[in-house]
């Protein structure tokens, strides 16, 4: 059974021809208006009806001549359109049939007709007293607009888009009265229904990409002009192009996705744009269809510098490009913004092609990513810096960069060292537009005395709270795992380089591969001004998936800075080279990344402790079970002291390292705590920003910190020996240690080395103190424990063999508390456990 008529739609004709007597063919003519019956009375019998209406006697049911009646030649009778009754616009019936009448014949197949399309009868009619709907018929080859009537009704300064006597408002009478023409809404959504996609509403038009918008030069929301007001006789206003004046009309929609597009018109074949190699049309925007000669509106120009790709579709801007074209677009002076973290997915290709086409006065600012920033530093690149970190941890253990300690111990450049979620919460008020954000937690530290940290009163809690204004790059370079032709990048390993692209004014990215298509990017294509494929390029630092960082070429770079004269390794490595192919080719390319070291083997029971033991067992039992642990950045010893109240005694723990793992599985100790292939093997992930946030929330139970310097009010320091303007010697920075430590409620202090250096009676530089939150500060050493209380650490235990004398004279402030409790002796399931985890013993030599 044919489907009811659409809703306010004007009825098909019939083209069936009804016979009676010997009727002639069927010839159209036109519907005049259908009889009523009268409004009261009686109710006349049914040949007094029938006659009325003016139909003959004797006549089938439902055929009939005088007043609507279709007229035939030869006295033939076809069924009449009956009025529904309500009213309505003229035209709005449907043909009926009575019962007794023969069935009616399907029409024969015409030229031009569908398959399956032949019979366009009238639906069958309803029942006499049902309203009539007042949506519109569908089309038959064209798709209705899905702009939902509340929609339009309500867009701002725009009335009901009334066509009809008032379809589009279902709670106004059908006839109630149209609105004149003048005062009517300029959009009309039978006219906006031939636009594909989200595109053909203005309000929608973001929701599509330029490459999906309609062509034929018209773009919703360019070249537009005002709508045209309505004319007489109540038809609707229409979208007016500027060029073509009144007369234009967009053009029917375009195919569905994949499918083949369609000929522009009589003549004029379709015009296929190629897509790229490898590609397929399936599941990819269709190719846009324009008539011969047209030039299309939207057609982007390409960006300057940009290499041609002759695999992107025509129009689109290419963003991929080669090492030296991505590096051409950092301008002198420019503020930059390097990815990755410590040695992990440094963008050391980017860097090195800077340095060979002599970029000078850039200025740096970032998360702790130390070896691009020496390297622009000793290269004599970089004019300014701003840090949290310079210091990394590898094989041969902890270094701060070499050559900036030496440039700022000696005063060649300026330089600015923060905590760093100020620069964290810098790059996020960048990226949200906003002139600030609050940036608590170091407020206690000597950090704001040093900057001038600017800060705002706090009107709900009081006192007054630091804020970080916006850091806004010019330029974010970034190495990725991999990038799509579209500009996209994936990475694997997330630190902040997200924060950084939405900061920054764009991405200058290197990829270890460039595919056709990207599923799931991790920075759109939108934030991405160039791409290249340049394998290896994060070497001599690791990426994560590919290679590992190279100790060896780490050694040599560092014995070279160490010696003074960077020159020589500069051109060896970075000036000699033509391209960075040449680089690794001379440095014997990057290594194979081997799987996580297994566990070792237990050692022999009879050997005694030693300090590093004690140490690590220490660290261990300040953890309880079910406590949230974090370990921060050059933090080996940390991250094994976890593992080992894993095995021992906190078998609940979670554990978040600062690469962002979430309970990693720790078979083995790993000379470093930024290992990525800690990601590999963990119950989640969390980014360097989430890190801070969890602090924040209170949801951290403990956190290890370390210091160059631990005073008797339990302040540490990690910053500068000396004068901060000029110091003696350059310290590392705090890293995130001076905010997090405000949020933590267990502070756990490791120092390996117990000695008048180290725990002195004042600190140079007050980098973290003392929060009220803190529950509980100790400080665990290689002879002894320490406890806060009351403001002042005191002895809790010295460890088995050390004399108090000897523990008086190698510590700089006077120790108070139980000068005879002993620290009790790592037990045989807590050294079989450390044994298994460090076979190697790096723990010796880390300590």
Same mark, same amino acid.
């Given at each position: 059974?044919? *489907?009811?008529?659409?809703?306010?739609?004007?009825?098909?004709?019939?083209?069936?021809?009804?016979?009676?007597?010997?009727?002639?063919?069927?010839?159209?003519?036109?519907?005049?208006?259908?009889?009523?019956?009268?409004?009261?009375?009686?109710?006349?019998?049914?040949?007094?009806?029938?006659?009325?209406?003016?139909?003959?006697?004797?006549?089938?049911?439902?055929?009939?001549?005088?007043?609507?009646?279709?007229?035939?030649?030869?006295?033939?009778?076809?069924?009449?359109?009956?009025?529904?009754?309500?009213?309505?616009?003229?035209?709005?019936?449907?043909?009926?049939?009575?019962?007794?009448?023969? *069935?009616?014949?399907?029409?024969?197949?015409?030229?031009?007709?569908?398959?399956?399309?032949?019979?366009?009868?009238?639906?069958?009619?309803?029942?006499?007293?049902?309203?009539?709907?007042?949506?519109?018929?569908?089309?038959?080859?064209?798709?209705?607009?899905?702009?939902?009537?509340?929609?339009?009704?309500?867009?701002?300064?725009?009335?009901?888009?009334?066509?009809?006597?008032?379809?589009?408002?279902?709670?106004?009478?059908?006839?109630?009265?149209?609105?004149?023409?003048?005062?009517?809404?300029?959009?009309?959504?039978?006219?906006?229904?031939?636009? =594909?996609?989200?595109?053909?509403?203005?309000?929608?038009?973001?929701?599509?990409?330029?490459?999906?918008?309609?062509?034929?030069?018209?773009?919703?929301?360019?070249?537009?002009?005002?709508?045209?007001?309505?004319?007489?006789?109540?038809?609707?206003?229409?979208?007016?192009?500027?060029? !073509?004046?009144?007369?234009?009309?967009?053009?029917?929609?375009? *195919?569905?996705?994949?499918?083949?597009?369609?000929?522009?018109?009589?003549?004029?074949?379709?015009?296929?744009?190629?897509?790229?190699?490898?590609?397929?049309?399936?599941?990819?925007?269709?190719?846009?269809?324009?008539?011969?000669?047209?030039?299309?509106?939207?057609?982007?120009?390409?960006?300057?510098?940009?290499?041609?790709?002759?695999?992107?579709?025509?129009?689109?801007?290419?963003?991929?490009?080669?090492? +030296?074209?991505?590096?051409?677009?950092?301008?002198?002076?420019?503020?930059?913004?390097?990815?990755?973290?410590?040695?992990?997915?440094?963008?050391?290709?980017?860097?090195?092609?800077?340095?060979?086409?002599?970029?000078?006065?850039? !200025?740096?600012?970032?998360?702790?990513?130390?070896?691009?920033?020496?390297?622009?530093?000793?290269?004599?690149?970089?004019?300014?810096?701003? &840090?949290?970190?310079?210091?990394?941890? &590898?094989?041969?253990?902890?270094?701060?960069?070499?050559?900036?300690?030496?440039?700022?111990?000696?005063?060649?450049?300026?330089?600015?060292?923060?905590?760093?979620?100020?620069?964290?919460?810098?790059?996020?008020?960048?990226?949200?537009?906003? #002139?600030?954000? #609050?940036? =608590?937690?170091?407020?206690?530290?000597?950090?704001?005395?040093?900057?001038?940290?600017?800060?705002?009163?706090?009107?709900?809690?009081?006192?007054?709270?630091?804020?970080?204004?916006?850091?806004?790059?010019?330029?974010?370079?970034?190495?990725?795992?991999?990038?799509?032709?579209?500009?996209?990048?994936?990475?694997?390993?997330? &630190?902040?380089?997200?924060?950084?692209?939405?900061?920054?004014?764009?991405?200058?990215?290197?990829?270890?591969?460039?595919?056709?298509?990207?599923?799931?990017?991790?920075? *759109?294509?939108?934030?991405?001004?160039?791409?290249?494929?340049?394998?290896?390029?994060?070497?001599?630092?690791?990426?994560?998936?590919?290679?590992?960082?190279?100790?060896?070429?780490?050694?040599?770079?560092?014995?070279?800075?160490?010696?003074?004269?960077?020159? +020589?390794?500069?051109?060896?490595?970075?000036?000699?080279?033509?391209?960075?192919?040449?680089?690794?080719?001379?440095?014997?390319?990057?290594?194979?990344?081997?799987?996580?070291?297994?566990?070792?083997?237990?050692?022999?029971?009879?050997?005694?402790?030693?300090?590093?033991?004690?140490?690590?067992?220490?660290?261990?039992?300040?953890?309880?079970?079910?406590?949230?642990?974090?370990?921060?950045?050059?933090?080996?010893?940390?991250?094994?002291?976890?593992?080992?109240?894993?095995?021992?005694?906190?078998?609940?723990?979670?554990?978040?390292?600062?690469?962002?793992?979430?309970?990693?599985?720790?078979?083995?100790?790993?000379?470093?705590?930024?290992?990525?292939?800690?990601?590999?093997?963990?119950?989640?992930?969390?980014?360097?920003?989430?890190?801070?946030?969890?602090?924040?929330?209170?949801?951290?139970?403990?956190?290890?910190?370390?210091?160059?310097?631990?005073?008797?009010?339990?302040?540490?320091?990690?910053?500068?020996?000396?004068?901060?303007?000029?110091?003696?010697?350059?310290?590392?920075?705090?890293?995130?240690?001076?905010?997090?430590?405000?949020?933590?409620?267990?502070?756990?202090?490791?120092?390996?080395?117990?000695?008048?250096?180290?725990?002195?009676?004042?600190?140079?530089?007050?980098?973290?103190?003392?929060?009220?939150?803190?529950?509980?500060?100790?400080?665990?050493?290689?002879?002894?424990?320490?406890?806060?209380?009351?403001?002042?650490?005191?002895?809790?235990?010295?460890?088995?063999?050390?004399?108090?004398?000897?523990?008086?004279?190698?510590?700089?402030? #006077?120790?108070?508390?139980?000068?005879?409790?002993?620290?009790?002796?790592?037990?045989?399931?807590?050294?079989?456990?450390?044994?298994?985890?460090?076979?190697?013993?790096?723990?010796?030599?880390?300590?």
């Amino acid at each position: 059974m044919p *489907p009811p008529a659409r809703p306010g739609a004007r009825a098909i004709r019939s083209r069936t021809s009804a016979t009676w007597s010997g009727t002639s063919t069927a010839r159209r003519t036109t519907t005049g208006t259908s009889g009523r019956s009268a409004p009261g009375g009686s109710r006349p019998c049914a040949s007094v009806r029938r006659e009325r209406r003016g139909e003959r006697p004797g006549a089938p049911a439902g055929l009939r001549a005088g007043a609507g009646a279709q007229g035939r030649r030869g006295g033939g009778l076809r069924p009449a359109r009956r009025a529904a009754p309500g009213g309505g616009a003229p035209g709005a019936e449907t043909a009926r049939a009575e019962p007794g009448d023969p *069935p009616r014949p399907a029409r024969r197949a015409r030229p031009g007709d569908r398959a399956g399309g032949l019979d366009r009868r009238a639906p069958e009619p309803r029942p006499r007293g049902d309203r009539v709907s007042r949506v519109p018929r569908r089309h038959p080859r064209r798709r209705q607009s899905r702009v939902a009537d509340a929609l339009l009704r309500r867009l701002p300064g725009r009335g009901p888009a009334d066509r009809s006597g008032g379809e589009h408002e279902p709670d106004r009478p059908q006839g109630a009265g149209r609105t004149d023409g003048a005062a009517r809404a300029g959009i009309d959504r039978h006219h906006l229904d031939r636009h =594909p996609g989200p595109a053909r509403h203005p309000l929608l038009a973001r929701a599509q990409p330029a490459p999906l918008r309609g062509d034929g030069g018209l773009r919703v929301g360019a070249r537009l002009a005002a709508a045209r007001r309505g004319g007489p006789g109540g038809r609707a206003g229409a979208l007016r192009h500027v060029d !073509r004046g009144d007369g234009f009309r967009r053009r029917p929609h375009a *195919p569905a996705l994949g499918a083949p597009p369609r000929h522009g018109g009589r003549g004029a074949p379709a015009h296929v744009v190629p897509p790229a190699p490898g590609r397929t049309g399936a599941g990819h925007a269709a190719a846009h269809r324009r008539r011969a000669g047209r030039a299309r509106v939207d057609r982007p120009v390409r960006a300057a510098g940009a290499d041609a790709d002759p695999g992107r579709r025509g129009g689109v801007v290419s963003r991929s490009t080669t090492l +030296a074209g991505a590096a051409a677009r950092v301008a002198d002076g420019s503020l930059v913004t390097l990815g990755g973290f410590q040695l992990n997915r440094a963008p050391m290709a980017l860097v090195f092609e800077l340095l060979r086409q002599g970029r000078k006065g850039l !200025r740096i600012v970032g998360p702790p990513n130390p070896l691009p920033l020496d390297l622009l530093v000793g290269a004599g690149a970089a004019s300014e810096i701003e &840090f949290g970190f310079i210091g990394f941890q &590898f094989e041969d253990g902890f270094v701060v960069a070499p050559q900036v300690r030496r440039a700022i111990e000696t005063g060649a450049i300026r330089w600015r060292e923060r905590d760093v979620y100020e620069i964290v919460q810098g790059l996020r008020a960048a990226a949200l537009g906003l #002139p600030f954000l #609050p940036a =608590p937690g170091a407020e206690a530290s000597d950090y704001p005395r040093v900057n001038g940290t600017p800060v705002v009163r706090d009107g709900e809690a009081g006192g007054e709270v630091p804020i970080a204004r916006p850091i806004r790059p010019d330029v974010a370079l970034v190495h990725a795992q991999a990038a799509d032709r579209e500009g996209n990048l994936f990475v694997s390993d997330l &630190f902040a380089e997200d924060l950084q692209a939405r900061a920054s004014r764009g991405v200058i990215a290197t990829a270890e591969t460039i595919v056709d298509r990207l599923d799931r990017p991790t920075i *759109p294509a939108s934030a991405v001004e160039a791409v290249a494929e340049v394998r290896g390029g994060a070497f001599p630092t690791s990426c994560h998936g590919h290679y590992p960082y190279s100790a060896p070429h780490l050694r040599e770079y560092l014995a070279a800075a160490a010696s003074g004269s960077p020159a +020589a390794y500069l051109a060896k490595h970075v000036t000699g080279p033509a391209d960075h192919a040449a680089f690794l080719r001379a440095a014997g390319g990057p290594g194979t990344w081997q799987a996580a070291p297994a566990a070792g083997r237990a050692g022999g029971e009879g050997e005694a402790a030693l300090p590093a033991d004690r140490l690590l067992v220490g660290m261990a039992r300040c953890i309880a079970e079910a406590d949230v642990v974090v370990t921060g950045v050059a933090s080996a010893l940390p991250m094994l002291a976890v593992a080992l109240a894993r095995a021992t005694h906190a078998q609940h723990l979670t554990y978040i390292n600062c690469v962002g793992a979430i309970d990693p599985v720790i078979a083995r100790a790993l000379p470093t705590s930024v290992d990525v292939r800690l990601l590999d093997r963990c119950k989640g992930t969390v980014t360097l920003p989430d890190l801070f946030d969890l602090a924040r929330q209170g949801r951290i139970d403990l956190m290890f910190f370390g210091g160059a310097q631990v005073d008797a009010e339990a302040r540490l320091n990690l910053t500068c020996i000396g004068d901060y303007a000029r110091p003696r010697v350059k310290l590392p920075g705090p890293a995130g240690s001076s905010s997090m430590r405000a949020y933590v409620r267990k502070v756990v202090v490791g120092v390996p080395r117990h000695s008048t250096r180290t725990l002195v009676p004042r600190v140079d530089f007050a980098t973290s103190v003392v929060s009220p939150r803190n529950l509980e500060t100790t400080v665990v050493s290689d002879l002894a424990v320490l406890r806060l209380e009351a403001g002042r650490l005191r002895l809790a235990s010295r460890h088995a063999g050390v004399s108090s004398e000897d523990l008086k004279a190698r510590s700089g402030f #006077p120790l108070e508390g139980e000068a005879r409790a002993t620290t009790p002796e790592p037990t045989r399931l807590e050294m079989a456990a450390l044994r298994k985890l460090d076979p190697d013993g790096i723990r010796h030599r880390l300590a």
